[in-house]
């Protein structure tokens, strides 16, 4: 919907504050208003859905051709009917208790992969990563469908939620309410993931896809109601800093995004999105290129007038060393002017034969069975541009290529000659890209915006498949996701079906992007669940760590009975993890579990004074009310700390008898801390000195950005998803985002040294962008080579 004076687009402008308070008769009233028309609505959609759902299932088991398997589509079309009433009525109650939520400001439902998070992690199954995928994309889907009718109500309930702004996850009418909604009907039925899948598609037609007439009605009545009638829904620059607005504002919600970003990065890869500031560097960078070719260019002029704006083809070939074996140059060649200079539509023919020589190569290996990672060999560079310009020399002897035009093939030839070089893609996959070359060169000729924009579909689609190749294709010989064989037939069909309309680099993109979103979803999802589950370790191995270190700091150097070590050590360094994971070490929680351990310790010290009997026995029953909860909340063994209370009962009895008790024998009280120690992550290698070349790269690899890839021994890849500056630990997840280790800083150094691991540099730029460097820095040499050259006569 619109509202008055509003305008479509994707920012907003903020509204003026309502100028006056809502009674609390007034919030409820318009909630519960809002929250009869969703159920309402909710039930009418509902019906509609369940049926239809079941109507397809039905249509599925009569196509199916499995005796067992139409009868379990049958079983579920059945169970659908008879729990039909129970689950409407459980779908609308799920939505209408998301308005009592909001009411208790409570409400935050989390949205796809957000969901798996904490101690869920271990419990997900790959059924649960399918539904999510499923609701991830119907709520982005909707999210955009319906962003300004959203925001609109979303605007206004901040006014019912004490001018707190909100989002997707606070607002009780979102689709991810609806999705959730159906999610927890679902979660208590026998239906398998895939009858699940259909049905949230079904569910997005039928339920989703109206959901614009709720958002009408819902704006309608509250702007009936006077609050904010005259919002403005205006287009701004999604990076402009204001943008956040659009969400509201805060610490929490800024991460949160940013987070986001984060995470699909790498879909950017894939998908070829840039940034201004991406384009405007790449931008900057071809510019820079192509001065640097034009002073190259007149370095050779000067160095050799004869040269001028074109050159014969014969001419570079015996410049070369080139030439046919028997076909002579004759001297006078090297100055005869040529008389023929190739158009741009001549090049394009004379490499489409080129193309169909590739053509021939590729099928002849297909049809051979040799088509595979192993065997396929990379083409040439120079021999593709040698055999150019032998093409034009046997056309026509005196056939040339204006200057322009050899630096467009010398561009596109450094494009591919860097891409064989680069440590960052697999061998078998710079060996399928290889033969990109030939096409690559003649849509330089075609379409001259191919290298100055840096969205066009062709270098979008050579950075999808060059990191679809880095992503899942591995150096040992392994692959993931059929990922190896849709490069080739990408490669393939380039080679067969581009002759001059380049339309046919967009169809493959879409084709190709549309297999590999869905696979970097998942992994993205894999590898978040690692990231978080490894995150949460951590965290809690830095919290033991620090309680470890807290505890040892006031028993270090003391004399203590083997009960109070072993309680110290054990159950209350438990609670002080729990606590300091839960509160933080500026709680009163935290203070007071650690003024316990320092009371503890107190009391069992020998009293001779009357004032610290008396202070022993003022503080006895609130220290062991302590210590019982304590063990309470972490659930210690009842029959152990009834002991260990037990025993410091008595210690404390004889302390106030002036008594001293016997310590913990050495050896005792060296294992309850050597494991204590073990427990917190604290165990040091005796005698392993730290080398300098190990310091040294040690530092350097503080400095490495996430998403980083390392190749090990054998060709295995692995990619540092995070590193804990505070362990030092890097936590490696493999190609298809399963954490393989998390190994110290230190570990990984001395794999370097040993080189049995390298990191592959360069790993979190698109393809086309470290190409464009690397031909930079390549011209860059070359220039000041010539200069060399001429300087020294």
């Not at 994707?10 to 909630?31: A, D, K, N, Y």
């Not at 394009?348 to 595979?372: E, F, I, P």
């Amino acid at each position: 919907m619109k509202d008055n004076n509003s305008t479509t687009g994707g920012g907003v402008h903020r509204p003026e504050s309502q100028s006056f308070p809502l009674s609390e008769q007034q919030v409820i009233q318009h909630l519960k208003f809002c929250r009869d028309a969703t159920r309402t609505f909710a039930y009418r959609a509902f019906i509609q859905f369940w049926r239809q759902w079941g109507k397809q299932i039905a249509d599925y088991a009569e196509k199916t051709r499995s005796n067992k398997e139409q009868s379990t589509l049958f079983e579920v079309q059945n169970l659908l009917t008879a729990v039909q009433q129970a689950a409407e009525h459980e779908f609308g109650q799920h939505l209408a208790n998301g308005f009592v939520k909001f009411k208790n400001k409570t409400l935050n439902t989390l949205t796809g992969e957000e969901r798996f998070s904490g101690d869920m992690l271990s419990l997900v199954e790959h059924s649960d990563l399918e539904e999510t995928i499923a609701i991830t994309s119907i709520t982005h889907r909707a999210d955009a469908l319906y962003a300004e009718a959203l925001w609109s109500i979303q605007q206004r309930l901040a006014l019912l939620n004490d001018g707190e702004k909100l989002d997707e996850r606070g607002n009780p009418m979102s689709p991810v309410q609806f999705c959730e909604s159906l999610r927890k009907v679902l979660s208590s039925m026998e239906v398998d993931v895939k009858t699940k899948i259909l049905g949230y598609k079904t569910f997005e037609q039928e339920v989703i896809g109206a959901l614009d007439g709720l958002y009408d009605e819902i704006n309608h009545y509250l702007i009936d109601q006077h609050l904010l009638p005259n919002l403005k829904f205006i287009t701004v620059n999604p990076d402009d800093s204001h943008a956040a607005d659009h969400h509201g504002e805060g610490e929490d919600k800024t991460n949160a995004d940013g987070a986001s970003r984060q995470r699909r990065a790498s879909d950017r890869l894939l998908t070829g999105e840039l940034s201004p500031s991406d384009a405007q560097y790449q931008a900057s960078l071809l510019n820079a290129i192509r001065l640097l070719q034009a002073h190259v260019n007149q370095q050779m002029i000067a160095a050799n007038p004869a040269m001028g704006q074109a050159v014969t083809a014969r001419q570079l070939l015996h410049a070369t060393g080139s030439l046919d074996e028997g076909d002579q140059f004759h001297p006078e060649e090297a100055v005869v002017q040529p008389s023929q200079i190739y158009t741009n539509d001549q090049l394009v023919t004379v490499l489409q034969s080129l193309q169909a020589q590739s053509l021939m190569l590729t099928r002849q290996a297909a049809a051979q069975g040799l088509a595979s990672m192993d065997t396929i060999q990379p083409q040439s560079i120079a021999e593709i541009s040698r055999d150019m310009l032998l093409q034009i020399s046997r056309e026509n002897r005196q056939g040339a290529v204006a200057n322009d035009d050899m630096q467009t093939i010398d561009l596109v030839g450094m494009l591919f000659e860097y891409m064989l070089s680069d440590d960052h893609l697999p061998d078998s996959i710079k060996a399928l890209l290889s033969y990109l070359h030939t096409p690559f060169l003649k849509i330089a000729f075609i379409d001259k915006g191919f290298f100055e924009q840096p969205e066009h579909p062709a270098r979008v689609l050579l950075n999808s498949l060059a990191e679809a190749g880095v992503r899942w294709v591995g150096n040992d010989g392994s692959e993931h996701h059929d990922i190896y064989n849709k490069i080739k037939t990408t490669v393939f069909r380039l080679l067969e079906e581009f002759k001059n309309d380049v339309r046919i680099f967009a169809e493959l993109l879409l084709e190709f992007n549309a297999y590999t979103h869905n696979v970097a979803r998942r992994q993205e999802l894999m590898e978040r669940r690692a990231l978080e589950k490894v995150q949460g370790e951590e965290k809690l191995r830095e919290a033991k760590m620090q309680v470890n270190d807290e505890v040892r700091r006031r028993t270090d150097g003391q004399e203590i009975p083997s009960a109070v070590l072993l309680l110290l050590l054990q159950p209350w360094s438990d609670y002080l993890s729990f606590v300091l994971l839960r509160y933080g070490e500026h709680s009163d929680s935290w203070k007071r579990g650690l003024k316990v351990v320092d009371e503890l310790l107190w009391t069992i010290q020998p009293k001779t004074l009357q004032a610290d009997k008396a202070r022993q026995l003022e503080i006895h029953g609130p220290l062991m009310a302590s210590l019982e909860r304590g063990f309470e909340t972490i659930g210690y063994e009842q029959g152990k700390g009834r002991k260990l209370l037990e025993a410091i009962v008595s210690l404390q009895k004889m302390a106030l008898q002036s008594r001293k008790a016997e310590p913990a024998p050495a050896p005792m009280r060296t294992k309850l801390e050597s494991m204590a120690a073990e427990k917190a992550g604290q165990r040091v290698a005796a005698n392993d000195p730290v080398t300098p070349e190990e310091a040294r790269i040690v530092d350097s690899l503080r400095m490495i950005e996430f998403g980083t890839w390392f190749e090990f021994e054998g060709g295995k890849r692995l990619k540092v998803a995070w590193y804990n500056k505070k362990t030092q630990h890097y936590m490696l997840v493999d190609q298809q985002g399963r954490k393989v280790s998390l190994s110290p800083g230190l570990e990984l150094a001395r794999e370097m040294i040993a080189g049995r691991a390298k990191v592959i540099a360069g790993s979190t730029k698109p393809f086309f962008e470290r190409a464009l460097e690397n031909i930079y820095q390549t011209l860059n040499e070359r220039a000041d080579a010539l200069k060399a050259e001429v300087a020294n006569g």
